[in-house]
Nanobody, 119 residues
């Protein structure tokens, strides 16, 4: 069973920064892609950023220019550097990974880490 463990959330003032980490229980290169999603109260979960095992990155419009997703294969960890945080970034942030084999496709989720931005 794959485990994804997030850390790095917290309380930060608007304009500040946080770095989220997602440690995987297996080699992250085995995943097709890993990413970060977030869910604010009363809203649907949305994609924030994704990075493929080939290193291709993609971001939600709200994250472009402020957030950076990266990976450290040696540590089996994916990061989300969040800069210029705003109150609307307040949400629970979830790490996600997907993989596939001859049996099918698989999605894995972390337990989430709370990010709260105050003005």
């Amino acid at each position: 069973q794959v485990q994804l463990v997030e850390s790095g959330g917290g309380l930060v003032q608007a304009g500040g920064s946080l770095r989220l980490s997602c440690a995987a229980s297996r080699i992250i290169f085995s995943f097709k892609a890993m990413g970060w999603y977030r869910q604010a109260p009363g809203k649907q979960r949305e994609l924030v950023a994704v990075i493929t095992n080939g290193g291709i990155r993609d971001y939600a419009e709200s994250a472009k220019g402020r957030f950076i997703i990266s990976r450290d294969n040696a540590k089996n960890t994916v990061y989300l550097q969040m800069n210029s945080l705003q109150p609307e970034d307040t949400a629970v942030y979830y790490c996600h990974a997907d993989s596939s084999d001859y049996l099918g496709d698989y999605d894995y989720w972390g337990q989430g880490t709370q990010v709260t931005v105050y003005s």
